[in-house]
């Protein structure tokens, strides 16, 4: 659905890999977590908390909030905002965030 606008493709084997709920994601050195998540493959990334729709990033500079997810634990982050860093654990956020 996404192609990234320079040719060539982010792999696995260069170090820059995120983990997407258990899998393997690369991505590109400057990549925010939204830009490597869609350049991969994957959406939605969160579910609304009134009746569970699915939601993929929109407008990929912190504006609409359709881009949240869980980054290493912390609910409610965006992704469009937050660079790419190894290691980074991604999950998809399903409803409200919890309160704890
Ligand atoms: S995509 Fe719109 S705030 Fe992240």
Not at 12 to 21: I, M, P, T
Not at 66 to 95: F, W, Y
């Amino acid at each position: 659905m996404f192609t990234r606008v320079e040719p060539g493709s982010a792999s696995l084997s260069g170090g820059n890999v995120l983990d997407f709920e258990g899998s393997p994601v690369p991505f590109r050195s400057g990549d925010s977590v939204a830009a490597a998540l869609l350049a991969a493959g994957v959406s939605p990334l969160r579910e609304t908390p009134v009746d569970q729709s699915p939601r993929a990033p929109y407008c990929m500079m912190g504006v609409c909030f359709e881009c949240l997810v869980e980054i290493d634990g912390r609910q409610n982050q965006q992704s469009c905002l937050t660079r790419a860093c190894p290691g980074m654990i991604i999950k998809r956020q399903h409803g409200a965030r919890t309160l704890r």
